[in-house]
């Protein structure tokens, strides 16, 4: 069937394309000729420019994609993730504030229902729609779409990923700018109570940055207190990311070794790190270079990094792997394996995605070379790679 495919594909490419908006609907609409459907999606994602002028701003065009990520058909699924991608990040702010909740609630709901697909790919290139919705849509109107799946979604990994955007919301917009009091009162009644540990943690991450701590009750601060921001001590591990997770974990606790000193280099790098939480890509990916310079000097740093290697951003998420892999030696030789073990886990998680997986996997393997005291089940899943 993938050869079928890929054959009708190339038939497809010489087929021209409809001169109006309206022929672009019916074609998308259109799920008897899924060929034609595939042409249209790499035409608009590929920002061709004998498309109808003005097509992507269409509401109509932009719902037609939505509703092909949820094909059965995985070519149709993966580029209408990526079309979907690039409408959310071309059509700018100034566009998104115009656009009914509606469409807004339509856009997320496909985006948190294809985050936990089967396919690792899928899956990934959800989540990272998801994170660009963060960064375009309007906090408002994307904080209700967010609270609705953190509160009913029958999923308990669904609403781990709309905790984790909830998470991205509160670290990366005004506080006027969405409902606040909504977003703390799901933090602490709902998330914080949740049987998905993802969900227990970002709670806690979103409680942090509100700096609503010293507002929880005795059975708050108790569930507050248990769960770690990198990791929730109440979920086990069942996959072979779990395993490195668990081998952090154990590693850290079996050695009583420090954690990654997370405040060294902080006031000498401040405008680094929130260069990390900007907007735009060409920032992160600049910081990124910036404190991987940094590095030799203040270890402490590799926290920041890893966490980067979840960016949204393909670049930047390549480029933290790399400057990781690059001063792997030198951070070995100053920081304990335990501590590495623990601030490597989003590299573990990054090994999951399917276009940074080389990148992934040759920076653990860096560190596993330079640092023999890394765990064996560590080692083991690099074997497993």
Avoid: M
């Amino acid at each position: 069937e993938l050869a079928q495919e890929h054959g009708s594909t190339q038939i497809a490419a010489a087929r021209e394309l409809p001169v109006t908006t309206d022929g672009l609907i019916q074609v998308l609409q259109d799920e008897s000729d899924w060929q034609n459907q595939l042409q249209v999606l790499n035409a608009i994602k590929s920002n061709q420019d004998q498309l109808p002028r003005d097509c992507r701003l269409d509401p109509v065009i932009i719902q037609a994609v939505v509703k092909i990520t949820a094909s059965l058909r995985s070519v149709l699924a993966k580029n209408s993730l990526l079309c979907l991608n690039f409408l959310v990040n071309n059509n700018g702010q100034s566009f998104w504030k115009e656009q009914t909740p509606a469409l807004v609630e339509s856009i997320f709901g496909a985006l948190i229902k294809k985050s936990t697909d089967s396919s690792a790919f899928l899956a990934q290139e959800a989540r990272n729609s998801i994170e660009a919705c963060v960064q375009n849509f309007p906090p408002s109107k994307l904080c209700a779409a967010i609270l609705l799946h953190c509160n009913s979604n029958p999923s308990p990994s669904a609403r781990a990923n709309a905790a984790q955007a909830l998470l991205s919301l509160a670290q990366q917009a005004a506080r006027s700018s969405y409902d606040v009091t909504r977003v703390v009162q799901c933090a602490k009644d709902k998330l914080l109570h949740d049987n998905s540990g993802q969900a227990r943690a970002a709670a806690k991450g979103i409680l942090t940055a509100l700096d609503e701590t010293h507002n929880l009750d005795k059975k708050q601060q108790l569930h507050f207190h248990r769960i770690k921001l990198y990791g929730d001590p109440l979920q086990k591990p069942s996959s072979k990311r779990g395993v490195v997770e668990r081998s952090a974990q154990q590693s850290s606790s079996q050695a009583g070794a420090r954690s990654v000193p997370r405040n060294e280099g902080l006031e000498e790098h401040k405008h680094l790190l929130e260069d990390l939480r900007s907007r735009d890509w060409h920032k992160r990916l600049d910081s990124v270079t910036g404190l991987g310079k940094a590095l030799e000097a203040s270890p402490g740093l590799i926290e920041h990094l890893a966490g980067s290697v979840q960016d949204p951003n393909l670049r930047v998420r390549v480029q933290a792997l790399d400057v990781l892999r690059t001063a792997a030696a030198s951070i070995a030789q100053r920081l304990p394996a335990s501590s590495l073990a623990t601030a490597l886990l989003p590299v573990a998680r990054a090994t999951a995605d399917r276009q940074a997986h080389r990148q992934a996997t040759a920076c653990l393997q860096a560190f596993a070379d330079a640092a023999p005291g890394l765990s064996a089940p560590f080692r083991r899943h690099l074997a497993s790679l």
